[in-house]
Nanobody, 123 residues
């Protein structure tokens, strides 16, 4: 599985962005997907995950009620809608995939990673 994230950019606090992650490879729907982020000088942290069918999602407390993860298996895509952005959301955002299920994303480390996309939120 190869993953390519896009959609990052610079936005003012309170604004929105939509990140996309497109995957290559077969059986996309067999993989749970997720997003992580890493801010300068900080550890990488879990942001959100979605199950294979999209029926289950989970978010980090810091983004709950502001970010929305979704997927379109017909397009081999997963999305992260970022709303009500804050300066502390500034980070490189990475998408990831794992066949073992969404719980992998907040308990251990998923197997497949894409390159990140930079999100910068100004105050």
């Amino acid at each position: 599985v190869q993953l390519q994230a896009s959609g990052g950019g610079m936005v003012q606090a309170g604004g929105s962005l939509r990140l996309s992650c497109i995957g290559s490879g077969r059986m996309w729907s067999n993989y749970a997907m997720g997003w992580y982020r890493q801010a300068p000088g900080k550890e990488r942290e879990f942001v959100a995950t979605i199950s294979m069918t999209g029926g289950t999602t989970r978010y980090a407390d810091s983004v709950k009620d502001r970010f929305v993860i979704s997927r379109d298996n017909a397009k081999n895509a997963v999305y992260l809608q970022l709303n009500s952005l804050k300066p502390e959301d500034t980070a490189v955002y990475y998408c990831a995939a794992d066949i073992r299920g969404p719980e992998i994303f907040y308990t251990t480390t998923p197997d497949y990673w894409g390159r990140g996309t930079q999100v910068t939120v100004s105050s």
